[in-house]
């Protein structure tokens, strides 16, 4: 699989390829923990959290929440424990990047979180991880045991004040752990049932207690943010997003991979046919969904000739969003109408069951197609998923439910012949 | 949740609890005091210990939920409750390979339906089922963040990618 920075020098990537780079001794030959020493000799925690405002870092989980202004809720004056919560979960189809990012480099994890822990003052902290990725459960504890040793972790912080410990946690295969309250109940040992927000965690999360929940790529840009200060991180990118995004790539292209390329890259046709090598076996492109399976699908004619910017507006611009950064690239022989009923059966197994629209809406969706593949299809097929998409959309407890509406009301609308060939005439009587 | 209900149905029948709860060794005790060691709060500590009963037992069994109640001071209901909701939690016995297969988007237009097809005619069962001698079962899973290197199966905790029919072959054929 293709690893590789495009249009900018790698950060988050950097030390990807070298021998060893989840040892400690290489990833402080490359300058590693060089910045939780600059936080701990010369800074407050309000000077990372106003260094990260600047730096414009949004959340890389799937919402972009600016991750300096997510800090900064969390209540100083609050005398109970604070949190920092590291989202592993990465269950989202076609993305894998925060895989690679624990695989290759478990310290610059380890250090985006310290840092994140002395801003909020928090002194015990999680990474969740979903259960399939048992084996960077492990790589993820070797390295914390070897940062143990080496003083960078546990008490008195290299010989500072600071005291946090960092542990590993399970989850156990269930999508909606990713959502950051449904995390948190499951951290707690309950099901993963999603909370009413408000109370955001940063008030009241784990255990009751301030917690920040952030997505392992969003932690790992941090020690860079420290180093080169947080305006230059920002120049790396936009105005409204800064530095670099890491984007998982896969589908029908000939060199899928993950790839980090500034934010607002221009533009997502060179990206997929030139960076990545373009569309396998010599076919055309068909859709791509760019942000994991809960975003809007785009047709080729979308991409093609429209330079569409890859950051946050660009996408949304060019009809989709930035989610999870990952793109699911299909050629022509794809059928949207089976991709469609394939990422359905996805949230309808995923729902958690909570409430009523998501869980009946998206087991009566699986329900009509499978009557049309049956050979049961109706001319107004189309129009009743639309339908029930509106029952879903807006109308539940958590975005799961927007999610699963998303790919549906998108490949309709977008691909009507596709389900057209499937609706009309296909009733076998 | 389609999966998690096929693990819920033998529970709404009558499960038998036994008197007695599972016991085990010292190392696997000291190990379960270490996860418990990282919570300020014992029910935390669910998920990894069901997966470490799992380990030791199979799958989660009525002595391992009794074992666990008796651990974390909750109710037995308290951990079916949460075992039922996660897919990777074991509820009744699986084959000594645990062998999923992701049906997710990248991975089925990549060629998951010739790696289905290739397990299950070699292991003569479909998927869901085990074979007669316990060694094998095969599930179809969702996206397991393989997709770059797609089509994938994970059996047990192990990933194999990229795979093609003639690889499912020799990788089934070099399990011991
Ligand atoms: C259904 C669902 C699944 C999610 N899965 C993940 C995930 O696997 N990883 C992740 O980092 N965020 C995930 N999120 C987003 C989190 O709720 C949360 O916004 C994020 O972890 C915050 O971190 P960030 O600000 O660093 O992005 C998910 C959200 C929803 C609604
Ligand atoms: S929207 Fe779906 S996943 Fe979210 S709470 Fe409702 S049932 Fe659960
Ligand atoms: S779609 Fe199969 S691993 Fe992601």
Redesign the pocket.
């Given at each position: 699989m293709h690893i590789e920075a495009i249009g900018c020098e790698p950060l988050q990537l950097r030390r990807v390829h070298l021998e060893n780079s989840r040892t400690l001794e290489v990833y402080r030959r490359n300058g590693g923990y060089e910045a939780i020493k600059k936080v701990l000799d010369s800074m407050s925690p309000d000077d990372v959290i106003n260094d990260v405002k600047k730096s414009a870092l949004r959340?890389?989980?799937?919402?972009g929440?600016p991750?300096g202004l997510?800090w900064s809720f969390v209540p100083k004056d609050s005398p109970k424990p604070k949190y920092v919560v590291c989202?592993a979960?990465?269950?989202?189809p076609g993305t894998f990047k925060d895989r690679y990012l624990m695989e290759r480099d478990p310290h610059m994890l380890i250090e985006g979180m310290l840092i994140a822990a002395y801003a909020l003052g928090a002194k015990t902290n999680y990474i969740y991880t979903r259960g399939e990725y048992r084996y960077l459960i492990d790589i993820m504890d070797q390295a914390l045991a070897e940062a143990r040793a080496a003083g960078l972790l546990g008490e008195k912080i290299l010989g500072t004040d600071f005291s946090c410990e960092i542990y590993t946690h399970t989850g156990a295969g269930a999508?909606?752990c990713?959502?950051?309250t449904a995390l948190l109940s499951s951290l707690e040992g309950m099901r993963g049932h999603p909370r009413m927000k408000p109370p955001f965690p940063a008030v009241s999360g784990l255990y009751a207690c301030p917690t920040v929940?952030?997505?392992?790529e969003?932690l790992t840009a941090v020690p860079d943010i420290i180093k080169m200060g947080g305006e230059a991180y920002q120049k790396l990118g936009t105005e409204k997003s800064g530095g670099t995004k890491v984007w998982s790539v896969s589908g029908h292209v000939n060199r899928p991979g993950v790839y980090e390329l500034p934010m607002g890259y221009d533009d997502m046709e060179k990206f997929i046919m030139e960076d990545c090598g373009g569309i396998a076996n010599g076919r055309q492109l068909k859709a791509v969904i760019p942000g994991g399976s809960s975003v809007y699908i785009m047709r080729a004619e979308a991409v093609i000739g429209k330079d569409v910017r890859m950051d946050y507006e660009g996408l949304v611009a060019g009809g989709s969003s930035v989610g999870s950064g990952g793109f699911i690239v299909m050629d022509d022989t794809v059928d949207i109408f089976e991709s469609t009923k394939n990422l359905t059966e996805f949230y309808k197994h995923e729902s958690c069951g909570w409430c009523t629209p998501c869980r009946e809406g998206t087991d009566w969706l699986v329900k009509i197609f499978k009557r049309i593949d049956n050979g049961g299809g109706r001319a107004d097929d189309a129009q009743l998923m639309l339908d029930l998409c509106d029952n879903i959309e807006g109308k539940s407890f958590?975005?799961?439910g927007d999610?699963a509406a998303w790919p549906i009301q998108s490949a309709v609308k977008r691909f009507p012949e596709d389900f057209a060939k499937h609706l009309v005439g296909s009733r076998k009587e | 949740m389609s999966q998690q209900l096929t693990q819920i149905r033998p529970l709404s029948q009558p499960v038998h609890m036994p008197d007695e709860p599972a016991t085990f060794s010292a190392a696997v005790e000291a190990e379960i005091d270490g996860h418990l060691a990282k919570y300020p709060v014992k029910r935390s500590a669910i998920l990894p210990l069901m997966f470490i009963v799992q380990r030791e037992r199979g799958y989660l069994d009525p002595a391992g939920v009794l074992y666990l109640a008796n651990r974390l001071a909750l109710r037995v209901t308290d951990i079916w409750e949460v075992a039922t909701f996660y897919s990777m939690i074991q509820t009744r016995p699986v084959g000594k390979y645990h062998i999923q297969i992701c049906k997710t988007l990248s991975c089925k237009i990549l060629g998951e339906p010739l790696i289905t097809e290739r397990v299950c005619k070699k292991l003569g069962i479909k998927p869901g089922e085990t074979t007669a001698d316990g060694r094998f079962t095969v599930s179809m899973v969702e996206c397991l963040g393989s997709c770059g290197t797609a089509p994938m199966f994970q059996i047990n905790f192990d990933y194999h990618e990229n795979l093609t029919p003639e690889k499912v072959d020799r990788i089934l054929d070099s399990l011991p």
């Open positions: 959340g890389r989980g799937g919402a929440f991750t997510k989202n979960d990465e269950s989202e999508y909606i990713g959502e950051e929940v952030n997505n392992v969003t958590c975005p799961l999610a | -």
